[in-house]
């Protein structure tokens, strides 16, 4: 007989091995669809986009970018209705399929110079697809590692998975670095298709590793329970309202941050201050290795102090880096730029990125999980991914190159976060506890949960 230690032994290790095959799979949905936005910030407008003005060119080029973020709360809604009624594990087989197949065909499609305007609109119609299989990605791959761990680490084991969005840029970015010893012609050529290509063998690991994950004991206990409902995004819209709000209000400061910095950031360093592009390039990839670190340290702190302190420091730190980010890149010192995106991302967006996975999946009971946390986080995906980086982009070059247009949006943006997470309730299951036992329920109220 196995004695309690082993047990213990063997229960944590089997939640690190789920947490980390939802983090590698995470990760490789993560780089397929971030690819694009290197691409499209480097390449992409002038294979796909050409036209007689270079700004209506990369303009459109950025838009595409938003297409992505755009589909993604439609992915959400069709992906999370069978996440919440079949389980976890299978939408996350179908999103990493989609994604896979939707990335390597952009690596073969022919330019606009052999094809004309077929060209981009089969490159939309793939970053459709993928914005789509992102969607859905979300919700059940924090799911499967939340739901799998013990309450009173859920904070810490979701922002594992969270890691994948990190790891999957560092990818995603070192595979276009890799290719900075490229001339321009040889990149524009054949180069940039390299990346796109690579995901055919990476998504086919993700797959392997997917079909090893078991299902979730909350999401087998609704089933047993027989508590699954019919249409669950309809349930969530008509009794968890103030929630996808606030979901969608905390996750808005946390996706333009990123965004802005990654797609504006590295149009705007390369573009308008004429930095070399492996210098940009290598500085986002360690940004997010730095990110490795301080998003799992954020996670695991809120499982000490709670979800919402942490958060609004995640919104502090935003609003206390507008300005110095910008001024930093404007030196166009090689280690201050380096330091821009390093502190960036790994301050400015990896604090929030660290604690979300948690909190949002907590706001919401486990027979609507999916459905909840996924469009509470999807919403945001076309305001701050898709039109707030256009938006700094447009507005920098109406200004002549000023970015303080750019850094009093993010404040904006970082205040209305500050009150949404002010308006939700703490979510951590210990500080959930205290709140009970200060505050009993009816007994009736109980019984009838």
């Known amino acids: 007989m196995n004695s309690p230690t082993m047990q213990t032994d063997d229960r944590i290790a089997s939640i690190r091995t789920i947490v980390a095959a939802s983090a590698i799979g995470t990760t490789i949905e993560w780089y397929d669809f971030l690819i694009y936005a290197t691409a499209a910030s480097l390449v992409l ?7 007689e003005d270079p700004l209506v060119g990369k303009l459109i080029s950025i ?4 297409v992505g973020f755009f589909a993604r709360p439609f992915g959400a809604v069709i992906l999370s209705h069978f996440g919440d009624r079949l389980g976890r594990k299978s939408p996350l087989i179908l999103t990493m399929t989609s994604m896979g197949l939707a990335t390597t065909l952009i690596g073969l499609l022919p330019t606009y110079a052999s094809i004309g305007i077929a060209a981009p609109i089969l490159l939309v119609a793939c970053r459709l697809v993928q914005g789509i299989a992102v969607g859905g990605e979300w919700g059940g791959a924090v799911l499967i590692a939340t739901e799998h761990s013990p309450p009173e680490k859920r904070g810490f084991y979701g922002s594992l998975v969270q890691i994948g969005f990190p790891l999957g840029m560092s990818l995603g970015t070192a595979s276009f670095f890799a290719l900075a010893y490229l001339d321009d012609k040889q990149f524009m050529s054949w180069g940039w298709r390299i990346p796109f290509l690579a995901s055919a063998l990476l998504v086919a690991i993700g797959i392997f590793v997917r079909l090893r994950i078991d299902e979730t004991p909350d999401f ?11 249409i669950p995004v309809l349930e969530v819209i008509r009794r968890h309202p103030k929630d996808l709000l606030i979901g969608l209000g905390a996750r808005i400061t946390e996706i333009s941050w990123i965004y802005v910095l990654t797609i504006f950031g590295l149009s705007y360093a390369v573009t308008t201050l004429a930095l070399p592009r492996s210098l940009v390039l290598g500085a986002i990839a360690l940004g997010a290795a730095v990110e490795l670190i301080t998003i799992p340290l954020f996670g695991h702190l809120s499982d000490r102090v709670g979800r919402r302190p942490v958060y609004l420091l ?9 300005f110095p980010i910008f001024w930093a890149l404007a030196t166009r010192d090689s280690w201050m730029v380096i330091a821009a995106f390093v502190v960036g991302m790994s301050v400015g967006h990896g604090i929030m990125y660290g604690v979300q996975a ?10 609507l999980r999916y459905t909840g946390a996924s469009l509470g986080y999807q919403l945001a995906a076309p305001i701050g991914g898709g039109l707030v980086p256009l938006a700094a982009a447009a507005v920098v070059e109406l200004t002549h190159g000023a970015t303080w247009p750019v850094s009093l949006l993010m404040i904006l943006i970082a205040l209305t976060t500050v009150l949404a997470v002010r308006a939700a309730r703490e979510t951590a299951p210990i500080f959930e506890s205290q709140r009970l036992t200060a505050h009993p329920q009816p007994v009736v109220t109980v019984l009838a949960d």
């Not at 838009?63 to 938003?66: A, E, F, N, Q, Y």
């Not at 995640?314 to 507008?322: F, K, Q, T």
């Open 314 to 322: 995640g919104c502090i730190a935003a609003i206390g880096l507008s």
């Open 358 to 367: 948690s909190f949002l999946s907590e706001m919401f009971p486990s027979n």
């Open 45 to 51: 407008n002038k294979l796909f986009f050409p036209t």
């Open 63 to 66: 838009s595409t970018i938003g």
């Open 220 to 230: 087998k206990r609704v089933e047993r329970e027989g508590k699954i409902e019919r």
